[in-house]
T-cell receptor, first 116, second 113 residues
């Protein structure tokens, strides 16, 4: 079946602009994760949903970052008043946690955000 | 708290030679450990995972890793490198599976023809 998809793949924003990044998880996957990957670094956890509930948002770097998953499927990561340090690749992953604790996270291709 | 250290941000090996990518972890609870591979402009793909069953874990594309609790290590190996193995490799640790993975900074593997 189809994997995790993300859109747009590339986004250029002017500093101060708001952006919205979309993630379509694998159909039926209960859990959804957002990670931020700065250039030359490993992914860093941002937030986690189980169905529509946001269970962990401890990784969101500031209150300019907001994520939602209103119907327990598609998720949107919104960044308000973007700043240059927000430039990174934003990765989405999903897993079918309903079947236990050991399920693999499947990653999308990421959205590369460049803030000028 | 958990953390992962990947020794060597860049590793080069000749085609056909042994690949060894190092990963050491720190975890206050029994860890679950993962190796992911990332090709340019693509997302991460799982190579293998350790979930407290067998300490030697076999993954895709001929890779394997051995969990050594005494050394807090989970090094990735492949007996014979192929050109197609050139990519970025990430080691990650999770508490009880997948709620919140903590990744290392990655190792870029270059294969020399």
């Amino acid at each position: 079946g189809a994997g995790v998809s993300q859109s747009p793949r590339y986004k250029v924003a002017k500093r101060g602009q708001d952006v919205a990044l979309r993630c379509d998880p694998i159909s039926g996957h209960v859990s959804l994760f957002w990670y931020q990957q700065a250039l030359g670094q490993g992914p860093e956890f941002l937030t986690y949903f189980q169905n529509e509930a946001q269970l962990d948002k401890s990784g969101l770097p500031s209150d300019r970052f907001f994520a939602e998953r209103p119907e327990g499927s598609v998720s949107t990561l919104k960044i308000q008043r973007t700043q240059q340090e927000d430039s990174a690749v934003y990765l989405c992953a999903s897993s079918n946690r309903d079947r236990g604790f050991l399920e693999t996270q499947y990653f999308g291709p990421g959205t590369r955000l460049l803030v000028l | 708290a958990q953390s992962v250290t990947q020794l060597g941000s860049h590793v080069s090996v000749s085609e056909g030679a042994l690949v060894l990518l190092r990963c050491n972890y720190s975890s206050s609870v029994p860890p679950y450990l993962f190796w992911y591979v990332q090709y340019p402009n693509q997302g991460l793909q799982l190579l293998l995972k350790y979930t407290s069953a067998a300490t030697l874990v076999k993954g895709i594309n001929g890779f394997e890793a051995e969990f050594k609790k005494s050394e807090t290590s989970f090094h990735l190996t492949k007996p014979s490198a192929h050109m197609s193995d050139a990519a970025e490799y990430f080691c990650a640790v999770g508490p009880f599976g997948n709620e919140k993975l903590t990744f290392g900074t990655g190792t870029r593997l270059t294969i020399i023809p």
